[in-house]
């Protein structure tokens, strides 16, 4: 059985011989951008990537997610390799669909290229390995299109907004003792952290009236929400530093006439913490604000709770086995980006396993924004294939004490913990103060 270091020298060159082929993939799936549940081209793209590499993929996974596995026939860890299907709409970026807006400005693409290169590369020596590996193309990281997504879960077609939980509930996940993921980046690092976040719709119900002859008789319902907001911000220094808690949100409907007392008001608010415990005492101080502008109006208000995102942590022997194969591979080094307020769906796997969610180079511009490319086509796609295929061996080939180790990380809960916080989050409330009559 050949050595780890023969392996990866053996993927790096099967990776460098198909640069050409890779490129023009990375290529096809940027101009062809989708949004999150509906990356059906993508996903038949992916499937069809599997079936060339003799692979049966196993497809509609969470509507768009595809699975394809390879096995050694030797025990082992089972791990996952993953790249994340869709766009987000930014319809200024170079590469948006013209009918969409969609375009990949958060370089989702990459991601899903370096599984498909990985995948090309391991396939050949899983015999040479131990264990098993699972490459997982997933839907729906970016938390776009909400009433769309509230359609398919009011058709039960879905559970959640994120590709990631969904999978998790259907038992996709089950089986994998850890995963790996590398995203388009500025530069080559690994977080320590994310923000994990919850998402409300809240509606305040008032009473409608003249506002010139008889306002009195009104009970106005976009002052219920200012004063919400206030209360709110008046809240922020009761908040831990060391909890990173950002409370953010918009008044998307205020009224619908000038002279007319407002009867309805929605706002949409993003809640998001550095703990699962921290994020459901910010989203109960969120609750306590608005019922209290409801009670001081005489009003009614509904908070629908829409669960997002499990905080991310991670895991630091995967970290640095990451940065050992950086090393190895081009001499580079891995930065460490700290804490970081955004969020992510990974956060959601790294509360039940080992999970690595490293960065590459080769963009440049703001994630999200129109100025988001790819300047570096090596290290955008092909570098990262090389390092995922790398980390892979490096935990399964041998007699896999790298991969064991990393695998036994013990998790921050159980899958069943898991679904019932992700319950709790997804619930609607109901507070009536009633003066409407």
Same mark, same amino acid.
């Given at each position: 059985?050949?050595s780890a270091s023969e392996l990866k020298q053996t993927v790096i060159a099967d990776i460098e011989s198909r640069k050409k082929e890779i490129l023009q993939?990375?290529?096809? @799936?940027?101009?062809?951008?989708?949004?999150?549940?509906?990356?059906?081209?993508?996903?038949?793209?992916?499937?069809?990537?599997?079936?060339?590499?003799?692979?049966?993929?196993?497809?509609?996974?969470?509507?768009?997610?595809?699975?394809?596995?390879?096995?050694?026939?030797?025990?082992?860890?089972?791990?996952?390799?993953?790249?994340?299907?869709?766009?987000?709409?930014?319809?200024?970026?170079?590469?948006?669909?013209?009918?969409?807006?969609?375009?990949?400005?958060?370089?989702?693409?990459?991601?899903?290229?370096?599984?498909?290169?990985?995948?090309?590369?391991?396939?050949?020596?899983?015999?040479?390995?131990?264990?098993?590996?699972?490459?997982?193309?997933?839907?729906?990281?970016?938390?776009?299109?909400?009433? =769309?997504?509230?359609?398919?879960?009011?058709?039960?077609?879905?559970?959640?907004?994120?590709?990631?939980?969904?999978? @998790?509930?259907?038992?996709?996940?089950?089986?994998?003792?850890?995963?790996?993921?590398?995203?388009?980046?500025?530069?080559?690092?690994?977080?320590?952290?994310?923000?994990?976040?919850?998402?409300?719709?809240?509606?305040?119900?008032?009473?409608?009236?003249?506002?010139?002859?008889?306002?009195?008789?009104?009970?106005?319902?976009?002052?219920?929400?200012?004063?919400?907001?206030?209360?709110? *911000?008046?809240?922020? *220094?009761?908040?831990?530093?060391?909890?990173?808690?950002?409370?953010?949100?918009?008044?998307?409907?205020?009224?619908?006439?000038?002279?007319?007392?407002?009867?309805?008001?929605?706002?949409?608010?993003?809640?998001?913490?550095?703990?699962?415990?921290?994020?459901?005492?910010?989203?109960?101080?969120?609750?306590?604000?608005?019922?209290?502008?409801?009670?001081?109006?005489?009003?009614?208000?509904?908070?629908?709770? @829409?669960?997002? =995102?499990?905080?991310?942590?991670?895991?630091?022997?995967?970290?640095?086995?990451?940065?050992?194969?950086?090393?190895?591979?081009?001499?580079?080094?891995?930065?460490?980006?700290?804490?970081?307020?955004?969020?992510?769906?990974?956060?959601?796997?790294?509360?039940?396993?080992?999970?690595?969610?490293?960065?590459?180079?080769?963009?440049?511009?703001?994630?999200?924004?129109?100025?988001?490319?790819?300047?570096?086509?090596?290290?955008? =796609?092909?570098?990262?294939?090389?390092?995922?295929?790398?980390?892979?061996?490096?935990?399964?080939?041998?007699?896999?004490?790298?991969?064991?180790?990393?695998?036994?990380?013990?998790?921050?809960? *159980?899958?069943?913990?898991?679904?019932?916080?992700?319950?709790?989050?997804?619930?609607?409330?109901?507070?009536?103060?009633?003066?409407?009559?």
């Amino acid at each position: 059985m050949k050595s780890a270091s023969e392996l990866k020298q053996t993927v790096i060159a099967d990776i460098e011989s198909r640069k050409k082929e890779i490129l023009q993939l990375a290529d096809n @799936i940027l101009r062809h951008p989708e949004l999150g549940y509906q990356e059906f081209r993508t996903a038949e793209l992916v499937k069809n990537e599997f079936i060339k590499l003799g692979l049966q993929p196993k497809t509609g996974l969470a509507i768009t997610g595809v699975r394809a596995d390879i096995n050694s026939g030797k025990p082992g860890p089972r791990i996952a390799i993953i790249g994340e299907l869709d766009a987000l709409p930014v319809p200024t970026h170079p590469f948006a669909d013209p009918a969409t807006g969609a375009a990949h400005a958060c370089g989702h693409h990459a991601q899903v290229t370096m599984m498909l290169a990985a995948a090309a590369a391991l396939v050949p020596i899983v015999k040479e390995l131990s264990g098993s590996l699972a490459f997982i193309a997933v839907p729906a990281e970016e938390f776009q299109g909400l009433e =769309y997504c509230r359609q398919l879960i009011a058709e039960k077609k879905i559970s959640y907004c994120g590709g990631k939980p969904e999978l @998790i509930k259907l038992g996709v996940f089950d089986d994998i003792d850890a995963v790996l993921m590398i995203h388009a980046g500025h530069d080559t690092f690994v977080p320590e952290s994310f923000n994990g976040f919850c998402m409300k719709q809240i509606v305040f119900e008032g009473k409608a009236a003249h506002c010139g002859l008889s306002p009195w008789d009104g009970i106005n319902a976009a002052s219920m929400a200012r004063q919400a907001l206030n209360m709110i *911000d008046a809240q922020r *220094d009761t908040l831990k530093d060391k909890d990173s808690v950002r409370i953010h949100g918009i008044i998307s409907d205020g009224g619908s006439a000038v002279n007319v007392v407002p009867a309805r008001a929605t706002m949409e608010m993003q809640v998001r913490a550095k703990t699962p415990e921290a994020i459901s005492n910010a989203a109960a101080i969120v609750d306590r604000c608005v019922k209290a502008a409801a009670m001081a109006f005489g009003g009614k208000v509904r908070i629908y709770n @829409i669960s997002g =995102y499990m905080p991310y942590r991670s895991c630091p022997q995967l970290n640095d086995l990451h940065a050992q194969n950086l090393k190895e591979l081009c001499g580079g080094t891995l930065g460490n980006f700290g804490h970081r307020g955004s969020s992510t769906d990974m956060g959601d796997l790294s509360m039940l396993m080992p999970a690595l969610h490293a960065y590459c180079g080769g963009f440049s511009g703001s994630p999200h924004a129109k100025d988001f490319v790819v300047t570096d086509p090596e290290k955008a =796609y092909v570098q990262g294939a090389k390092l995922l295929a790398m980390d892979a061996i490096e935990m399964l080939a041998g007699n896999t004490d790298i991969g064991r180790e990393i695998a036994s990380f013990p998790p921050v809960m *159980d899958k069943a913990a898991y679904l019932d916080y992700k319950e709790k989050m997804s619930s609607t409330e109901e507070y009536s103060y009633e003066v409407l009559d």
